[in-house]
């Protein structure tokens, strides 16, 4: 598609997504307003109580996706693309033409969190994202879009942050004193996968709460649509989650959380490219071993609105072994990879009002450790980092807020080995501001403005100019939002939430060949329920996308991924059952003279979780992704695989 057609196109949807919200917020009456409204006949709620782009899936959805990785879980989220997805080893993320690319699974412009811990962010030359864990283990994904909203997560964010939560005791139990346990069995026909995930959740007493989690995946090579084999390789994906709860003082007011996930994963005689598949780099045993952990403590005083203290102390730690498979000398196959990420989160937030202004301020100190070992394709060393924030959230009256951030960050960064054993310090101070005005009829409008630099990286150690040139991004958005009750017939909800968004990063580092980058894009995200049960979701993404070189020369960005458009209908009947139809669309794109086709691919998803009898207590999922079996391959995945053929999936569960 060419430039100009994208921008037109960006255009009128644009008009035509806000006068839509115009003419719903004219003819709503004044006097409806509900504040944000939760639809529970719907599969996600949209996010329109905030000028942040952010999606959140909860457990719910989780479930019902049946997702087999991480990156599954998030790829109907607009403004995320995959590269991959259906297998640990090979998925990236990508969100709004940032984070994995077909030769990283990062580039440092996308964060992941578990709980508190900051992981697979290491530049490792076709390894992939080194995300490694299990959906099981969790309840929640929170997925952040921009620069705006990431602040209190890092620096030189300009894709987004992902956040991901583990399942607690309490969950389960709903906190009352005893014993529960669940079982969750999954199978797939595309790969003849078997998923097992045993939950045992203990609650002594009413302050003291555990899990245990262990989930063993078992997935066999994957055929595409036209049933060739994707890739040489299967997984085997043992994941074990440990996770403590103590609630304590007056009040309660205080808790202690303690929380340990551990993944592993054992190749033998696979291509060393992991995205692709491809033999061409040679064969590698290779052992992966993640490990997060994370203590945190709480302390909420009842009465005292200045207090409402978060401290985290995180430990990550990614360790993989690899061998030539042939017995061979080479560097890159025999290159042995480790790192580890400590990191010490202290969190505050207070709610004062100064005048008519009523304020909620967040305000952090971050000190994060990080050691790489040396390896072939990735310089070893330390990278000490100390980082505060401020976040504060002032409300004027009920209709007007405005929220400015601002983050300060010094890097300290030592390489280990010559010749790239030099030491480089850095700083930076970022920040930006939203603001979201509501009218009374459920209409919002918002805008913000961020700028943000991603410090220099151990990846870089071998350029000495790199380690002192941050890359500078700045991001502009715009948006509306409406959300009400009884739009267009009574007892239905209807919520829609338009954004719009231009980011250019210069001084560019981490792309070769590449100085500046320049994109923008409309993410739409809908959801409509009706009394009866009929529900309909949608989310579109249009994007697009140029980069300049040293001369100023443009071309279209490499990363930029095709508009996409998720359509889904369903019906849910009670609390018992729920059938559904999704429509993926990919339109064709073409980047710097080459086309890539779109395709179009269906999926059916049913749920039935029976409410009394002897199966009260037990829930069954039924799915068929890529119905009629399209053969395609996303537009970001051309140089590493297709997406896999017709897959039907079968998940129990019961709790017990």
């Not at 530049?123 to 959906?135: K, S, W």
């Not at 996968?193 to 063993?216: D, H, K, R």
């Not at 209908?569 to 609390?575: L, R």
């Amino acid at each position: 598609m060419a430039k100009v057609q994208v921008k037109t196109t960006l255009l009128s949807t644009t008009s035509l997504v806000f006068g839509l919200l115009v003419a719903q917020a004219a003819v709503a009456q004044e006097d409806t307003f509900l504040g944000t409204i939760e639809l529970a006949e719907s599969k996600r709620d949209v996010q329109t109580d905030t000028a942040v782009a952010v999606t959140q899936v909860d457990q719910e959805e989780i479930d019902d996706r049946q997702a087999g990785t991480i990156a599954e879980l998030i790829d109907s989220v607009p403004g995320v693309s995959l590269i991959n997805g259906s297998t640990p080893q090979s998925s990236g993320i990508n969100i709004r033409g940032y984070g994995a690319n077909g030769t990283y699974g990062s580039d440092q412009k996308v964060a992941i969190i578990v709980d508190g811990a900051s992981v697979g962010s290491e530049e490792l030359y076709r390894i992939g994202t080194q995300l490694y864990t299990d959906p099981e283990l969790y309840k929640s994904v929170s997925v952040i879009r921009g620069t705006v909203g990431s602040f209190a997560y890092g620096s030189g964010i300009v894709g987004g942050v992902v956040q991901l939560d583990t399942k607690d005791a309490s969950d389960f139990t709903d906190g009352e004193i005893g014993f529960k346990a669940r079982e969750t069995l999954q199978f797939s026909s595309n790969g003849d996968g078997v998923t097992s995930s045993t939950i045992l959740a203990w609650q002594p007493t009413e302050n003291m709460e555990f899990l245990a989690n262990y989930t063993q995946r078992y997935l066999d090579v994957q055929t595409d649509g036209v049933g060739e084999d994707i890739g040489e390789d299967g997984i085997e994906l043992p994941s074990g989650l440990i996770k403590g709860r103590y609630t304590f003082g007056q009040n309660n007011d205080q808790a202690i959380t303690l929380s340990y996930t551990d993944t592993r994963t054992d190749e033998k005689g696979v291509p060393y490219d992991a995205f692709s598949g491809s033999p061409m780099f040679g064969y590698v045993n290779r052992e992966t071993h993640t490990v997060t952990s994370a203590l945190n403590y709480e302390y909420n005083p009842v009465g005292n609105d200045l207090i409402d203290l978060n401290v985290t102390l995180s430990y990550s730690d990614q360790e993989i072994d690899q061998e030539d498979a042939s017995g061979g000398t080479s560097a890159l196959l025999n290159a042995d990879h480790q790192y580890q990420t400590t990191k010490l989160r202290a969190e505050n937030t207070s709610l004062f009002a100064t005048g008519a202004v009523s304020h909620t301020l967040q305000s952090g100190l971050e000190l994060i450790h990080k050691d790489r070992l040396t390896a072939s394709s990735a310089p070893g060393g330390t990278d000490d980092r100390v980082a505060v924030f401020l976040i504060d959230e002032l409300q004027f009256g009920d209709s007007f807020t405005l929220t400015p951030a601002l983050r300060a960050e010094t890097s300290h960064i030592e390489g280990d080995t010559a010749p790239t054993d030099g030491t480089y310090d850095n700083d930076a101070v970022m920040g930006g501001i939203s603001a979201r005005y509501a009218f009374e009829s459920g209409f919002a409008v918002f805008g913000s403005a961020a700028y943000t630099e991603n410090l220099p990286i151990l990846d870089d150690l071998g350029n000495a100019t790199y380690m002192t040139q941050s890359e500078k991004a700045e991001t502009f958005e715009v948006g509306a939002s409406f959300d009400n009750l009884d739009v267009i017939t009574s007892g239905d909800s209807l919520s829609v939430k338009a954004n719009v968004y231009q980011t250019t990063l210069w001084d560019v580092t981490s792309y070769s060949g590449v100085s500046k980058v320049e994109t923008e894009g409309v993410e739409i995200e809908a959801s409509y329920s009706l009394e009866s049960g009929i529900y309909v979701d949608v989310n579109a993404n249009i994007v697009d996308g140029t980069s300049y070189d040293a001369t100023g020369t443009a071309s279209d960005w490499r990363n930029t991924p095709a508009n996409s458009l998720l359509f889904a209908v369903g019906n849910k009947f009670g609390e018992e059952l729920d059938l559904s139809f999704e429509t993926v669309v990919g339109a064709d794109i073409t980047r710097n003279g080459t086309k890539y086709d779109g395709y179009v691919v269906n999926n059916l998803r049913a749920t039935y979780v029976p409410q009394s009898g002897i199966l009260e207590g037990t829930q069954m999922r039924f799915g068929v992704e890529n119905a009629f079996d399209v053969d395609y391959t996303p537009s970001l995945a051309q140089a590493t695989r297709p997406a896999p053929g017709r897959n039907v999936k079968l998940t129990l569960a019961r709790t017990f």
